[in-house]
Every structure is written in structure tokens, then in C-alpha cells.
T-cell receptor, first 117, second 111 residues
Framework: GEEVAQTPKHLVRGEGQKAKLYCAPI?????VFWYQQVLKNEFKFLIS????????ETGMPKERFSAKCLPNSPCSLEIQATKLEDSAVYFC???????????????FGDGTRLSIL | GNSVTQMEGPVTLSEEAFLTINCTYT??????LFWYVQYPGEGLQLLLK?????DKGSNKGFEATYRKETTSFHLEKGSVQVSDSAVYFC??????????FGAGTTVTVRA
């Protein structure tokens, strides 16, 4: 599609439950990124994929967070045993990479607001 | 590592006023620079970008010039409208492709 599509828009979970978020990147984009927006406006990078391969996972809290991008399926971000501090808006972005890399902009979805009660 | 510092808000202006949001960066390489805008309840939209020194990005009346000598990428608009009320984020992207964001500046334009 022409837009990054994230589902659901809102997700409410009790503490300790699992949460799973989905992202369909723009068709033809090779890279997918996940960011967490917390505390006023702060963005934290979580993980990126090049096609179905993990490209950079330096931001991922590995104990409870996992992510996948499988062929012909939306990408997913899963949080096991959620904690109150996981409450945030999770954004997915995708980009093309051409030639020397880095200067292609990332296109963002509208985000999933995760509320942990 | 990479970092972005942008002016703290909130910024409140009257319609048709001049807007400047300062942004400076620290990077180990030669980053690309971006301004994103977030309208209430929405995701981030790319506003403009610049990929090398002295490039000027522009869109919807907004402009920003990549200044390598001062490591800055200040956002300007000559005459703001109520519809420009949003949160503005300065960001950089270096070789590892992830974005590093500033803290965001909330702009409110009053009629």
C-alpha cells in the first residue's frame, strides 16, 4: 500500500498479559523500524529489519520484547508479561534504501497506543 | 554517539507570526537531517529533509538549511497559520539508518 498501516490503533492489557502489535510497511520498502514514544515526546528506537532479517536490534529490551518481519505477512512487535512502564505509543516506519543508504526518509504509521493497566 | 538538541517549548504564536525552532546535532559521520511534524492524535509526517551540507529543505512554507559549520538545522516559517499547531521533531540519520530524534517542540498558533 501507499501508507504504513499499523493495527490496532489502541490496545489495552492488564499487567502481565501479552501484547502484539502489527505493521504493514509501504509496498516496495525494504526497511522497517519500530520506535517507542514515551514521556512527553521522547522517541526511543527499538529495532529495524531489512526485509525479513534483523538489521539493528540495539534498542530492544530482549527479556520481554520480540519482533518479526516474515514474507507476505505484516511485521509484528510482541511484548510478553507486560509492565506498566510499557505503556506508550509504538510507531512503525518503513523506508526505501537506494545506493549509498541513509538519506531516504522514513515514512511513519499512525502508531498503536498501548495502555497497561 | 549521535544526538539532537532542539529548543524547548511550548511555543505560542499569533497567526502570521514568524516561527523559528532551533535544532543542533552531534554526529560521528555525515548525517542526513529531517524535520517531522506530529499533529494531535496522528503519526509523524515528514516535513522536509536535507542530505548534505548547505542543502535547503522546504515544504509548506517551512525551510531549514543544513549548516555543517554550526551543526545546525533550524526550522523557519515566515507566516504561521492555526493549522501549523503541532509538535515538531528534528531528527538525524547516519549510516546505521535509525533515526535519532530531538525532544520535540510543541507549537500553538492562535487566531
Amino acid at each position: 500500500g501507499e501508507e504504513v498501516a499499523q493495527t490496532p490503533k489502541h490496545l489495552v492489557r492488564g499487567e502481565g498479559q501479552k501484547a502484539k502489535l502489527y505493521c504493514a510497511p509501504i509496498k516496495g520498502h525494504s526497511y522497517v523500524f519500530w520506535y517507542q514514544q514515551v514521556l512527553k515526546n521522547e522517541f526511543k528506537f527499538l529495532i529495524s529489519f531489512q526485509n525479513e532479517n534483523v538489521f539493528d536490534e540495539t534498542g530492544m529490551p530482549k527479556e520481554r520484547f520480540s519482533a518479526k518481519c516474515l514474507p507476505n505477512s505484516p511485521c509484528s512487535l510482541e511484548i510478553q508479561a507486560t509492565k506498566l512502564e510499557d505503556s506508550a505509543v509504538y510507531f512503525c516506519a518503513s523506508s526505501q534504501i537506494t545506493g549509498g543508504g541513509g538519506n531516504q526518509p522514513q515514512h511513519f504509521g499512525d502508531g498503536t497506543r498501548l495502555s497497561i493497566l | 554517539g549521535n544526538s539532537v538538541t532542539q529548543m524547548e517549548g511550548p511555543v505560542t504564536l499569533s497567526e502570521e507570526a514568524f516561527l523559528t525552532i532551533n535544532c543542533t546535532y552531534t554526529a560521528t559521520g555525515y548525517p542526513s537531517l529531517f524535520w517531522y511534524v506530529q499533529y494531535p492524535g496522528e503519526g509523524l509526517q515528514l516535513l522536509l529533509k536535507a542530505t548534505k551540507a548547505d542543502d535547503k529543505g522546504s515544504n509548506k512554507g517551512f525551510e531549514a538549511t543544513y549548516r555543517k559549520e554550526t551543526t545546525s538545522f533550524h526550522l523557519e516559517k515566515g507566516s504561521v497559520q492555526v493549522s501549523d499547531s503541532a509538535v515538531y521533531f528534528c531528527a538525524l540519520k547516519d549510516g546505521d539508518y535509525k533515526l535519532s530524534f530531538g525532544a520535540g517542540t510543541t507549537v500553538t498558533v492562535r487566531a
